[in-house]
């Protein structure tokens, strides 16, 4: 929460309303990984769990989409989906001890290490309500 709102009003907040116009999710990075000549780069069934809750495989992220179930990597998604795993990690960081563990699995067709910089990128609108202190 802090992260998202600052530290001070973190410590005050009282409640928040999430705004779905402003929510995505975005897997960043993958059109700079070197592939054979003419083939995508594929993360096969990107799964994302959100704290305790069971994963959720979302399809296949790739740099060139073909099938039903594989989506555009670098672009940014809201699919009903992955709404729902948003709203999850909204409740989380709204509720509780104010933090949501997320955590992401896939298979991919090439080789991926940290220096690719490969990003998921989680974009929360929200309206946030907080005590302010005088």
Known sequence: MADIIGAEPAENFKNAEMQLANCHLEISGLSQIESPEGEAVILDDFTIKAGTRQGVNIGDCSTDPQG???FAADDPQ???EIISIIQNIFTDITSGSKSSTITVSFTPNVDITSSDNVQ???SI???YHYVVLE
Request: glycine share 16%; net charge neutral; hydrophobic share 15%.
């Open 78 to 80: 809201s699919t009903n």
């Open 125 to 127: 609108g929200g309206t």
């Open 120 to 122: 998921l990128k989680i």
């Open 68 to 70: 039903p179930n594989e």
